[in-house]
């Protein structure tokens, strides 16, 4: 049982550049979230799907796009890369929501992102 | 203890004392709150749990307690212990829907 899997761990843009940063869960969760995490912060909220074909803004969803074509995947765009995007990005999973304990929020590893 | 908004709180505690971190809330509608543990180079893991209308939270060596009188929450660890170390957050959730905020944390520096 793999959980969250991130795609890319590491990578440089330019100014300018678009990427896209992959997600996959393996645990059949309804609600998948993109967070960013700024060096000595907390974590900011993205965005948010609760199922396949919905998709929502969080606190700080600018220069981002998202998708959600199916219910394991969600992946997070960067269209015009900007230095302010420089951060680490954690893509996280729960279940429909439910006040289970440990299976919410299962987090992946994170991807570091530089933009120079 | 944590603050949104501001840059990292620190605290360093000796091996086998007791560490308590603490995290003010922001919204009174918030109706469950989970601790998270963040280990250098890694997503956070959870912790423990708990509801609104609850005020206390025994786990192994953790114990969460919430007042909610000023949104207020804590998380004590007994016992600390070098693997202890690492940045802890506490995540609000705010509304019917299922979206967690995080507050900015505090690194925990545990001193052998």
């Known amino acids: 049982n793999a959980g969250v899997t991130q795609t890319p761990k590491f990578r440089i843009l330019k100014i300018g550049q678009s990427m896209t940063l992959q997600c996959a869960q393996d645990m059949n969760h309804n609600y998948m979230y993109w967070y960013r995490q700024d060096p000595g912060m907390g974590l900011k909220l993205i965005y948010y799907?609760?199922?396949?074909?919905?998709?929502d803004k969080g606190e700080v969803p600018n220069g981002y796009n998202v998708s959600r074509s199916t219910t394991e995947d969600f992946p997070l765009r960067l269209e015009l890369a900007a230095p302010s995007q420089t951060s680490v990005y954690f893509c996280a999973s729960s279940p429909s929501k439910t006040y289970s304990g440990a299976n919410v929020l299962t987090f992946g590893a994170g991807s570091r992102l530089t933009v120079l | 203890g944590e603050s949104v908004g501001l840059h990292l709180p620190t605290l360093s505690v000796q091996e086998g004392d007791n560490s308590i971190i603490n995290c003010a809330y922001s919204?009174?509608?918030?109706?469950?709150f989970i601790w998270y543990k963040q280990e250098s180079g890694k997503g956070p893991q959870f912790i423990i749990d708990?509801?609104?209308?609850?005020d206390k939270r025994q786990g192994q060596r953790v114990t969460v307690l919430l007042n909610k009188t000023v949104k207020h929450l804590s998380l004590q660890i007994a016992a600390t212990q070098p693997g202890d170390s690492a940045v802890y957050f506490c995540a609000e959730k705010r509304d019917t829907g299922n979206q967690f905020y995080f507050g900015t944390g505090t690194s925990l520096t545990v001193i052998p």
């Open positions: 919204n009174s509608a918030s109706d469950y």
């Open positions: 708990i509801r609104s209308n609850m």
């Open positions: 799907s609760v199922g396949a074909g919905i998709t």
